[in-house]
């Protein structure tokens, strides 16, 4: 056994020198999702649902390209990656039936990225299921397992998938998360979490199917562990943890009345029915459905649509060959039927709902369950088996906790569960720019707070002026954060997801080499991190085969802070003419935002932060052509820090990056306080540092081709501070004037305007 090379202390991390450390991390990669064998991205139709014969050999890349790839990202600073794998890649051609040369593939990437130093923690990813549900994950038989035919889930709009759209370029944007909220998810997530309870005649091979799926999914992520394992090189050096699923969902466990939109749905986009429009359409029933778009004030009713499946449904014909994966299926569990139709929620001979509340309550002792109680009981119960799981094989794993996204963690402070190997491990995206694809610098909403009911009303929860924005940012992280440690205990919180899309404004940046938007987003992220005092986070992503047209290759998405069609950024220090841009300084996009008056607003401070804060353009062209936003990515983290971080921030407007920490004593000759200082910001003879004590030095080193320079601070025991200045440039256009009176004409349009005046 490998020893421990990151351990937990507490709320820190510690390497083998006592060194706190801070996770810059990314997502490697989102190409994992989909198989490299075919060429399968989710805008093409052909083979699509030959689902068994797949390979996932390449992703995320090949073996020979492996070092290519870890060079970049280590040369950008990033010293954590979370590993994308699906179920799918390892158990694609039937239950039990493992992908050993895929497992072998994974092993050499694993291999590869060990000779760069990284700390890597294996995430199991899924979205909305599967890739025949509309995103990523498990493999085709779980839905057929299911009763499921995933071939006519567009008719009945079970699911909306992009492969099978009918133009698929047109597919509309972000539309694929709204399949949590439409039948197959709603079924399947069911299943998965509580069969036993809402779906007893659903057995198959003895089993009920939420044991099913649960044993195949843990049992072949089991197998992966195990090969890595008897790889006898990659144990906990440079695998620290495991995730145990991302992003799960309830299904429809806690409605408490399916014919009516739950409360706390908040997404609402394209076609959105009620639970019970949405059996019906999957069993073949005519419905008319409202419609949503997603304005700028978040989802707006626009009208209504009829969804007419003409009788095709999204059930298994009665005449299905079941014996194709060799599973044998309980006589009581009938094909051609609603699942629910045969647990008595409703009656298919007169389409009449019988038992809306079916999922309200807990069967085995009539609780009433809400998203709490999910979590606690039917989402705990399943961590349970696959956290057993992972300590079989490696006891002193970190277990990386994902609890459903933005929905208050298990209470499991105090008690067996509270391991002290776990991280609290959230996501966190501005809902408003995802889904929009648009930096908005007027107003945003403080989410978070209008979850946890911190507003009277949602109308307070508006912060208006950029500065805002972006302290509200950090309080949302702030307060995600803290909750952790008030339901869970004492553990590292690391944001495992969190990004912005790059196709923001149609394209803009794309057309013109204007990254304004892009870097003004992804600083206002990062400046969130950092003042949040996360222990670390995993940006989301990194994609290979990201270009312009069809970004990630993913449902649309475009969060790759890489693409094929961008100049990559410069390895070292770069002239004037590598990143010749402007913009209007007097931005505060770029600044550190220390004022308190803008925290929140009032009658008094709202004309004074909507003058103040407006980006305006009073800049020529650009040519930077792909630097990506990198200036508000490639930004200088503490690595290894002597004591513990009291604080630390990057002020990109100034390029100026401070850090404050505790030391119980003073540093060794061998075991300085190390900063990651990137010389696209901090170029050799235009940088300077000031320190309350102490020696320091600048130095580049290289590993494997990867570049970094670095910076080790020898200082005295107690508190300590360090102020590091780099080279101050301008770093990006704005949009101009006629987008800042758009945003505000949307705000007069909408009464912010008459509300606060």
Same mark, same amino acid.
Not at 181 to 186: E, F, N, S, W
Not at 589 to 603: D, F, G, H, I, K
Not at 648 to 661: E, I, K, M, V, W
């Given at each position: ?6 351990? $937990? ?16 991390? $990314? ?101 909305? *299921? ?12 779980? %839905? ?23 133009? =698929? ?40 199917? /939420? ?67 949405? $059996? ?46 060799? *599973? ?6 009938? %094909? ?9 929620? *409703? ?6 709902? %019988? ?13 009433? $369950? ?55 491990? =959230? ?258 003879? /235009? ?26 601070? *020898? ?43």
């Amino acid at each position: 056994m490998a020893p421990l090379r990151l351990r $937990i202390d507490g709320r820190i991390f510690r390497d083998s020198e006592n060194r706190e450390v801070t996770l810059h991390g $990314i997502n490697c990669a989102a190409d994992a999702k989909l198989p490299a064998t075919p060429e399968l991205p989710s805008h093409v139709a052909d083979n699509f649902f030959d689902g068994d014969n797949v390979s996932f050999v390449n992703r995320p890349f090949s073996v020979d390209d492996a070092a290519t790839h870890f060079a970049r990202l280590r040369s950008w600073g990033y010293n954590t990656i979370r590993y994308i794998f699906t179920w799918e890649a390892i158990e694609h051609a039937g239950p039990g039936i493992y992908d050993e040369e895929w497992i072998q593939h994974t092993i050499s990437v694993l291999r590869k990225a060990k000779e760069f130093g990284f700390y890597i923690f294996m995430d199991p990813h899924q979205d909305v *299921w599967s890739r025949f549900s509309g995103g990523s994950g498990a493999p085709m038989w779980t %839905l057929y397992a299911c009763g499921l035919d995933p071939t006519c889930f567009d008719v009945t709009e079970a699911a909306l998938v992009q492969n099978v759209y009918p133009e =698929p370029d047109k597919f509309p944007k972000m539309i694929w998360a709204t399949n949590y909220t439409r039948m197959a998810c709603q079924v399947i997530f069911t299943l998965f979490f509580g069969g036993k309870d809402f779906a007893p005649k659903a057995i198959i091979d003895g089993k009920n199917i /939420q044991d099913y799926l649960q044993d195949h999914f843990i049992a072949a992520c089991e197998h992966l562990a195990k090969r890595i394992h008897q790889a006898g090189d990659l144990e906990y050096d440079p695998i620290v943890g495991w995730e145990s699923i991302n992003e799960p969902n309830r299904g429809l466990i806690s409605y408490q009345d399916i014919s009516v939109i739950p409360t706390e749905q908040k997404l609402q986009k394209g076609t959105s029915p009620t639970a019970w429009q949405a $059996i019906l359409t999957g069993s073949g029933r005519a419905c008319e459905v409202d419609t949503w778009e997603f304005g700028g004030m978040g989802p707006y009713k626009s009208g209504s649509a009829l969804i007419d499946p003409e009788g095709k449904t999204a059930w298994l014909s009665e005449d299905y060959d079941d014996s194709q994966y060799g *599973w044998k299926r309980d006589p009581g569990w009938r %094909l051609g039927e609603c699942i629910w139709a045969q647990h008595g929620v *409703w009656d298919p001979s007169t389409d009449t709902l %019988l038992r809306k509340d079916y999922f309200g309550k807990d069967p085995k002792n009539g609780a009433t $369950i809400d998203y709490e109680y999910f979590t606690n009981h039917y989402y705990m119960q399943y961590y349970r088996k696959h956290s057993k799981m992972v300590k079989s094989i490696f006891p002193d794993s970190l277990m990386f906790f994902q609890p459903p996204v933005l929905e208050i963690p298990p209470s499991i402070k105090g008690t067996e569960d509270d391991d002290p190997n776990i991280v609290f491990s =959230p996501h966190f995206y501005d809902g408003i720019t995802l889904l929009t694809k648009k930096w908005n610098r007027v107003w945003n909403i403080d989410v978070f707070g209008v979850l946890r009911g911190k507003y009277l009303t949602p109308a307070f929860a508006i912060k208006i002026g950029e500065t805002a924005i972006r302290n509200c940012f950090a309080h949302q992280l702030a307060a995600i954060r803290q909750e952790g440690s008030d339901y869970m205990g004492v553990h590292p919180c690391v944001f495992t997801e969190i990004g912005i899309p790059y196709d923001m404004d149609d394209k803009y940046a794309y057309k013109t080499g204007d990254y304004s938007s892009q870097i003004a987003a992804m600083d206002a992220n990062h400046f969130a991190l950092e003042e949040s005092k996360a222990n670390g986070y995993a940006l989301w992503t990194y994609v290979v085969t990201n270009n312009h047209y069809w970004g990630d290759q993913w449902n649309g998405e475009d969060l790759s802070i890489y693409s094929s069609d961008d100049k990559p950024l410069p390895a070292g220090t770069f002239s004037p003419a590598e990143s010749r841009v402007s913009l209007d300084t007097s931005s505060p996009s770029y600044s550190r935002a220390q004022s308190t008056e803008t925290l929140s607003v009032n009658p008094g401070n709202l004309r004074k932060t909507l003058s103040v804060d407006r980006m305006s353009s009073k800049s020529g062209g650009s040519d930077v052509r792909g630097l990506r936003a990198a200036e508000a990515f490639v930004r200088p983290t503490p690595v290894a820090t002597h004591g513990n971080v009291s604080s630390f921030g990057f002020d990109l407007r100034n390029c100026s990056f401070r850090l404050a920490l505790s030391a119980p004593s003073s540093t060794r000759e061998d075991a300085p306080t190390i900063v990651y200082l990137p010389e696209f910001h901090f170029p050799s003879g /235009q940088t300077s540092a000031e320190v309350s004590g102490g020696k320091w030095t600048i130095s580049s080193e290289e590993t494997n081709g990867a570049a970094r320079q670095m910076l080790r601070w *020898w200082h005295a025991e107690g508190e300590q501070t360090m102020t590091v200045k780099g080279a101050v440039r301008k770093q990006g256009a704005a949009l101009g004037v006629e987008e800042d009176e758009g945003y505000l004409q949307q705000c007069r349009d909408v009464g912010l305007r008459r509300w606060w005046w």
